[in-house]
């Protein structure tokens, strides 16, 4: 935003230095971004008139010219232009200037003749692109006079930049009031007369606001007898200082006063108001709005309009409508100001693509109080500057007033916050300088009423920032951060994390990150769909619902790694999955239950790429199998258990869920060929997730040692049959309940079918390690206990002891 220092001055005193004022400004957080002071470019350069002009003796297309330039004597001067007469008064510079298009003018002879200067253009002053001739100036320009004075260019320009909490600031008036705070000076604000005819304005217009949601309130003020022209001079000047340009001057004084206030207004040629009524409504099916740059807009039901009785005027907050813009015919003005919905105005702004200077201001909130204070303003410009008569009293249609927010403040939590003690006394002025009213209270705790151009503060510590910024940061002293006689323990949930993780590392599994935003579709192909809880503004289809499993997500990155002929892939990926709850969105339960997972994906070669060591060998189930028994083994679970169960999309062969006792830890298994078909996903796909929570709970974090033994182990092998759908990890667990406490371990380690076993059998071979912590076990012993496991797999599994 551009900020005249010229116009700050009608408000507030300037201190001396530009730059100073310019590094308080962005330490309150009010970042000046440029200074632009255009009167330095023309140093110089003052008003001269000319006194007399004769034609150049040696040259046809030159004239010599006496130049009355208030400094002394006449100087003479070369020029070349045509478009002047003697007494006209025009831009000289002097020797000695350098021109803003670094043209540096020099005392010199132009064909014989001697010339001390230079009469000038608007475009050699760099005030225009072109031009056909010097620049004429008015009548009533005092000679000498340095011609940024005569120009309006004697001012200052801030370029600030203000963030979107800061709608406060975004006026002069608004910057005046942080420079009042800054500096300890007083703020001086319009004080606007009105000398009212006795016709009410009431009988005129008639306001009815339909959607009272999104429009909060609209107010009008009617003047007759109005008569358009251009605005003077000193409004143009100001106009485009920050700028924009003059058109005429009702509407120079509708963007002066939103310059001044910061909040937009609007005025409408009333005789072109159909039925006399104003009505704010949002937009019926296929109305148009041809808007003031003669483009014509198709209406959506979510745009508020400014109608009459009839048809759309304005789109509210954004930009008015041609078929009731003031012209020069226009003799009765209706004067509005509103204050809408920040949403709604953003929304609509987007959808036409049309940021405006009211757009802008409205979508970050503006002061809903002031607005009669603008309509005042605004129509004692009108009569000054146009003419005409205010009619009596403001038509003000406010159905639900808003008072101002309270917010309660602790000297200690300032204390606590900044780290600095900052006097009771001191938060109270800073505050009250501000705007803030105290309410109630002492120099300890006290509640203020928030003004409502302050649509940012509505929280204990935004009034923290505000002491802050206007005691400036610079004032919180410097201190190291205070150290700690012993770090905090890591969390349990933390070192899982870490555990986890490397042990996915130590797999050759690599991180993934994707969006928590996946397409119905995707889910569906899952049987993953029913519970899905559907994003309110997606971003697209692909990412309109969020994902009940981590799933959908890995299988897309398996699809996009295998379009770029990738060999192979070991994927996990750490999220949440979201379901809905049951008591979702009841006070401050989250709509959704959201579950951290570890899930991961294996496909295609098992090392990344063929090697001539395993030239054909791709990852499979068993390589799933060992991640995951590599991640329970990080976090030192064991006695875990892996059953087949019923999945809609794991492979039924190979559908597995793992469980500690009666906790499930998680499932893995291949994809399901349906799920492939439906995702048109490469076959080959292995898939596992663990819930982390679950893993949490059964953990051990700190590691128990034990001695190594100091005795031998004795190992025997067992090879038994049994039916071909018995899981060996059932065979395992029988083998070590009854070889308590003399059997150490059991692994498998071949599995065999075919017709020397029979039909729908299987031989699983065990390897066994006898050991016994006490003593070293004799022979007889071990078969003792060898034969007593081979009873019971072969009583309670239907087993047999191959031979």
């Not at 046809?60 to 045509?82: E, F, H, M, P, R």
Request: a neutral charge; one cysteine or more; aromatic letters at 4%.
């Amino acid at each position: 935003m551009r900020i005249s220092l010229k116009w700050l001055k009608d408000y507030v005193a300037l201190p001396a230095s530009v730059d100073e004022l310019a590094s308080r400004l962005t330490m309150a957080g009010l970042e000046i971004e440029a200074i632009d002071q255009p009167a330095r470019a023309l140093e110089g350069v003052v008003v001269a008139q000319i006194a007399a002009s004769d034609k150049h003796p040696n040259a046809d297309k030159l004239s010599v010219t006496k130049i009355d330039w208030g400094g002394g004597a006449a100087l003479q001067v070369v020029c070349g232009a045509k478009n002047y007469k003697v007494g006209d008064k025009v831009p000289l510079a002097t020797v000695g200037t350098k021109l803003p298009n670094g043209v540096e003018i020099k005392q010199a002879a132009l064909r014989g003749v001697e010339s001390a200067g230079m009469l000038c253009s608007s475009k050699e002053l760099g005030l225009s692109d072109e031009s056909s001739g010097l620049l004429i100036l008015p009548a009533d320009a005092k000679v000498g006079q340095p011609i940024a004075q005569a120009l309006g260019l004697d001012d200052v320009i801030f370029t600030v930049n203000v963030t979107p909490n800061r709608a406060d600031a975004l006026s002069h008036l608004g910057i005046a009031r942080e420079i009042s705070t800054l500096f300890d000076v007083p703020l001086t604000k319009p004080t606007p007369r009105l000398a009212e005819s006795s016709t009410r304005a009431s009988t005129k217009i008639a306001i009815r606001i339909e959607d009272a949601e999104r429009c909060w309130r609209y107010a009008a003020r009617v003047i007759e007898g109005v008569t358009v022209k251009p605005s003077p001079q000193w409004m143009q000047d100001r106009l485009k200082a920050a700028g924009m340009r003059g058109i005429n001057n009702l509407v120079d004084i509708t963007n002066y006063v939103l310059l001044e206030y910061g909040q937009p207004l609007h005025a409408f040629d009333l005789d072109r108001i159909g039925g006399a009524q104003i009505v704010v409504r949002t937009a019926k099916g296929g109305e148009t709005l041809t808007t003031l740059d003669g483009k014509e807009r198709q209406l959506q039901a979510d745009d508020l309009l400014i109608c009459d009785k009839d048809t759309p005027l304005v789109l509210a907050g954004v930009m008015g409508g041609a078929s009731s813009e003031v012209t020069e015919k226009t003799t009765r003005v209706l004067l509005e100001c509103a204050c809408f919905q920040p949403t709604t105005v953003r929304r609509s702004a987007k959808r036409h693509a049309l940021h405006t200077e009211s757009s802008h201001r409205f979508e970050r909130g503006t002061d809903i109080n002031v607005i009669p204070e603008v309509l005042d303003r605004t129509a004692a410009l009108i009569v000054e500057l146009a003419g005409g008569t205010v009619l009596e009293g403001r038509v003000d249609a406010y159905p639900a007033p808003k008072p101002p927010r309270q917010v309660t403040l602790r000297t200690q939590k300032v204390a606590d916050v900044l780290g600095v003690t900052v006097p009771g006394a001191e938060c109270h002025r800073i505050l009250t300088r501000l705007g803030f009213t105290k309410v109630s209270g002492d120099e300890q705790v006290a509640t203020f009423a928030v003004p409502t151009v302050r649509v940012d503060v509505s929280i204990e510590e935004d009034l923290v920032e505000e002491i802050a910024r206007v005691r400036g940061f610079d004032a919180i002293p410097e201190a190291l951060p205070r150290g700690l006689s012993e770090l905090e323990p890591e969390r349990p949930a933390m070192r899982v994390e870490r555990l986890l993780r490397a042990a996915m590392a130590g797999q050759g599994v690599d991180e993934v990150v994707n969006y928590s935003f996946v397409s119905p579709a995707e889910l569906a192909a899952f049987s993953a769909g029913k519970d899905a809880i559907a994003v309110s503004n997606p971003l697209s289809v692909e990412q309109s619902v969020m994902r009940t499993t981590l799933f959908p997500s890995l299988v897309q990155n398996v699809l996009r790694a295998s379009r770029h002929q990738t060999q192979g892939v070991r994927f996990y990926e750490w999220a949440r999955s979201y379901r809905p709850d049951e008591s979702g969105g009841q006070g401050t339960v989250p709509v959704a239950k959201e579950t951290l997972e570890l899930a991961g994906v294996l496909w295609g070669m098992r090392h990344g790429t063929r090697t001539w060591t395993s030239k054909d060998a791709e990852a499979d189930y068993f390589d799933a199998r060992a991640v995951v028994e590599s991640a329970l083994e990080a976090l030192h679970i064991d006695g875990v258990t892996a059953e087949t169960f019923e999945s809609p999309w794991y492979h039924p062969r190979s559908a597995t869920v793992l469980r500690k006792g009666q906790k499930v830890l998680g499932t893995l298994g291949e994809l399901h060929p349906r799920v492939m078909k439906k995702l048109d996903a490469p076959p080959g796909i292995v898939l596992f997730q663990l819930d982390v929570e679950a893993l949490q709970s059964v953990a051990v974090l700190v590691p128990q040692a034990r001695p190594l033994s100091k005795f031998p182990a004795v190992l025997r092998d067992l090879a038994v049959v049994v039916a071909a759908e018995m899981q060996s990890e059932a065979v395992r667990q029988v083998i070590l309940e009854v070889g308590q406490p003399l059997v150490e371990d059991a692994q498998v380690f071949d599995v065999y079918a075919g017709h020397q076993v029979g039909t729908g059998r299987k031989n699983l071979a065990f390897a066994l390690r006898y050991r016994s912590p006490e003593r070293t076990l004799t022979d007889a012993e071990v078969t003792e206990a060898h034969t007593k496991i081979v009873a019971e797999v072969t009583r309670r599994l239907g087993g047999a002891l191959r031979t």
